[in-house]
């Protein structure tokens, strides 16, 4: 249960990953600040998976703020995330990204750059939809790679959430998942390159950039 690691990414970015273990009960005693959304977790999501995911992130901003010297103020609240009309997350005074797959929880956050991440469990489901999102041009000739495309696109995706990017929009840029660990993606509608981080392991891909 809890943190599996906290640590800078990039200068001025944290990267936080959580393992998603434990009873939502568990985090309410844990983390007796986030007795404040009992209720509205309660009307807004039946299933505990969600209410896990709603929880595990928010006790793990806590985590990362109190990590990072935060105030005691800005502990209390480190569950108040909201999200706009493009349906991104927001954070007082701090850009954030986050994302869930099964029994895993990640959060960036940074108070100078734009971030995004995103993880996903390891599995082949992504062979049987690479066609959705893979261009012609790329190349994706293993799971790894497929996995690395569809992450890296998601967190491009999020990193230009303003612009609600489609699939087609992203082209990866050729790299090898043996000795990279990195890729870059182009954002083809306004001709930027983001510089996409990615560690595979047997449980998850993680990706995540900072722009």
């Not at 906290?6 to 936080?16: D, K, M, T």
């Not at 797959?101 to 960036?108: D, F, P, Q, R, V």
């Not at 012609?136 to 890296?152: T, Y």
């Amino acid at each position: 249960m809890a943190v599996v690691n906290i640590r800078e990414v990039y200068p001025g970015v944290s990267l936080g990953l959580w393992q998603m273990d434990e009873e939502v009960e568990q985090l309410f005693e844990q983390y007796p600040h986030l007795q404040a959304y009992r209720s509205s977790l309660e009307e807004k999501y039946q299933n505990d998976g969600r209410k896990l995911e709603f929880l595990a992130i928010r006790a793990l901003m806590y985590e990362m703020l109190k990590a990072n010297g935060a105030s005691k103020g800005l502990l209390f609240h480190a569950g108040d995330i909201i999200h706009n009309e493009a349906g991104k997350p927001l954070f007082r005074g701090y850009h954030i990204s986050v994302s869930h797959t099964k029994g895993y929880a990640a959060l960036i956050l940074s108070r100078n750059q734009e971030v995004a991440v995103d993880i996903e469990y390891f599995s082949d489901r992504v062979e049987r939809i690479s066609s959705k999102f893979l261009r012609m041009d790329e190349n994706a000739s293993d799971l790894d790679s497929k996995l690395v495309h569809w992450c890296a696109k998601e967190t491009v995706y999020k990193l230009f959430s303003e612009e609600n990017l489609k699939f087609d929009d992203m082209r990866v840029k050729p790299f090898d998942t043996m000795s990279d660990w990195a890729c870059d993606v182009e954002n083809l509608k306004n001709k930027k390159v983001a510089h996409v981080d990615f560690e595979l392991t047997m449980e998850f891909v993680l990706t995540y950039a900072a722009m």
